[in-house]
């Protein structure tokens, strides 16, 4: 599986932003997907995860009411919708695809080269 992030940018505090994922193959849908962000000078962080074919999510509690994680099958694309964006928001922002739903790095196969997401104060 290939995985190729978009949609990142400049963003005031607040603003919305929506990124997407678009992934090669035609074993999508039976990929778990998450998105993962890494702010400078820190770890990469688990952000929000997907099943492959039913609507059950995971997400971190710094993005629980603010982020939604969807996925459409049928464009092999996963979302993350980012809403009530804060300055700490701020980092590269990765798509994974893993075999299981899980809040681990270690477990995801297939990474993309990440978006840059930036929120000003």
């Known amino acids: 599986v290939q995985l190729q992030a978009y949609g990142g940018g400049l963003v005031q505090a607040g603003d919305s932003l929506r990124l997407s994922c678009a992934a090669s193959?035609?074993?999508?849908?039976?990929?778990?997907m998450g998105w993962f962000r890494q702010a400078p000078g820190k770890e990469r962080e688990f952000v929000a995860a997907?099943?492959?074919?039913?609507?059950?999510?995971v997400y971190a509690d710094s993005v629980k009411g603010r982020f939604t994680i969807s996925r459409d099958n049928a464009k092999n694309t996963v979302y993350l919708q980012m809403n009530s964006l804060k300055p700490e928001d701020t980092a590269i922002y990765y798509c994974?695809?893993?075999?299981?739903?899980?809040?681990?790095?270690?477990?995801?196969?297939?990474w993309g080269q990440g978006t840059q997401v930036t929120v000003s104060s």
């Open positions: 994974a695809a893993s075999r299981q739903i899980t809040t681990r790095a270690t477990m995801y196969d297939f």
């Open positions: 193959g035609r074993t999508f849908s039976s990929y778990r």
């Open positions: 997907v099943a492959g074919s039913t609507s059950y999510t």
